[in-house]
Structure formats: structure tokens, C-alpha cells
């Protein structure tokens, strides 16, 4: 899956974030902004941009990995029976506006799945 990998490298480097909360958050208002000012049929492009960031925001700070189910739905998957799916909940931002927030979404990630965010390394440590 690595086009979807570089997929939300492009925007991270196009919109200058990083792949965390921040980011995410800055995603969520990002689509709430433009979204008005795009025909709904035109929405698939950014739909499938920002949902390839999201998803990577998850596997960067999360774990999990990309995964194509047989549906053909794409999933970050923790394991056989934990899921998630950035493109469906940032397909429902654009729908339902922030009542469907993919911030929100990110944020309970670890209290849903009980899963400790990675550590990350601090830059003296590298």
C-alpha cells in the first residue's frame, strides 16, 4: 500500500503539518473549509488525500497497518479484529460536518482499542 503512503506524504509536505494530533486537527479544518467551496462530486480527490493522511497519522502513532478487506474497503487493521477506516470517516466530515470528526476519531483511538500510543524517540536519541 504504498501509495497510499505516499498519497498522505504529499499532503503532510502541501500542507507543512506532521503526521499527529495537530496535524489531524489541522486536516479537520482544512476539510471543513474547503469543502463548501468544492462541487460534492468533486469531493473524491481530498476525500482520498485526506484520508490517506489520517490513516498514516494513525499507523505513525498507533501502530497498525494498511490493509485491503476483500469488500475492498481500506483499513488500518491492529489486528484480525480491530479496525479502523480513515477514508469512510473523513468521507462522513465532508457528509455530516464536525458532528462526524475525524479529530475526535483519532483522539479515542487508544481508549477504544486499549492500545498505548507508540513512544517516540526524543531528537537527542537518535
Known amino acids: ?9 504529499k499532503l503532510k509536505a ?3 503539518i506532521k503526521y499527529d494530533s495537530d496535524g489531524v486537527k489541522f486536516v479537520e479544518g482544512f476539510i471543513e473549509r474547503n469543502k463548501v467551496q468544492i ?3 468533486e ?21 497498525g497497518q ?7 474497503h481500506v483499513a488500518i487493521a491492529f489486528d484480525d479484529k480491530n479496525k479502523v477506516y480513515p477514508f469512510s470517516k473523513v468521507g462522513k466530515q465532508f457528509d455530516n460536518g464536525l458532528e462526524d470528526s475525524i479529530h475526535s476519531m483519532y ?13 517516540k524517540k526524543k531528537w537527542w536519541q537518535f
Open 66 to 72: 494498511w490493509t485491503k478487506e476483500d469488500s475492498g
Open 107 to 119: 483522539t479515542i483511538i487508544p481508549t477504544i482499542f486499549k492500545i498505548q500510543p507508540k513512544t
Open 39 to 41: 462541487a460534492k462530486e
Open 1 to 9: 500500500m504504498q501509495e497510499l503512503t505516499d498519497l498522505a506524504d
Open 43 to 63: 469531493w473524491t480527490g481530498l476525500i482520498n488525500s485526506c484520508g490517506a493522511f489520517l490513516g498514516q497519522c494513525i499507523i505513525e502513532n498507533y501502530g
Open 14 to 16: 502541501t500542507l507543512k
